[in-house]
């Protein structure tokens, strides 16, 4: 079995309005397809997709799930963004010797990674 790549990254929804208006208003996402009668929402991240849904008992949100990781252009500025739009934190900014981090929640409370690699020349040890 060979894995070619990610198809997309789901992120189950209780409030599809809601949610738009967080991944949309907030994170500044552009939709790139809407299915199930506005279900399944998705959004294109350079090649990879972001896909929320609302689609059942069967796969509901949770704080203790899967997260997707979002590499930012400018950390600081994303960090600044959405502590003004008072998202809430679930880990506040912190470096490791590879990366800058912190950990946000969307409305039903699946985290978000704010992410931004550092350049090779200021990498310390990645293990």
Known sequence: ???KNIAFV???VSDVKRAREFYE?????????EMMGGKWIEY???EDTLALANVGEH?????QG?????????FDEAIKHLKDRQVRFAAEPFETPCCHMAVVQDPDGNKL????????D??????
């Open 1 to 3: 079995m060979k894995i």
């Open 10 to 12: 789901g992120i189950p």
């Open 25 to 33: 208003a907030v994170l500044g996402l552009k939709v790139s397809d």
């Open 44 to 46: 294109s991240l350079g």
């Open 59 to 63: 796969w509901m949100p949770s704080n």
């Open 66 to 74: 899967t997260a997707a990781a979002f590499e930012m252009e400018n």
């Open 113 to 120: 990674i704010i992410h931004k690699l550092k350049p090779e």
């Open 122 to 127: 200021e990498k310390g040890v990645c293990k």
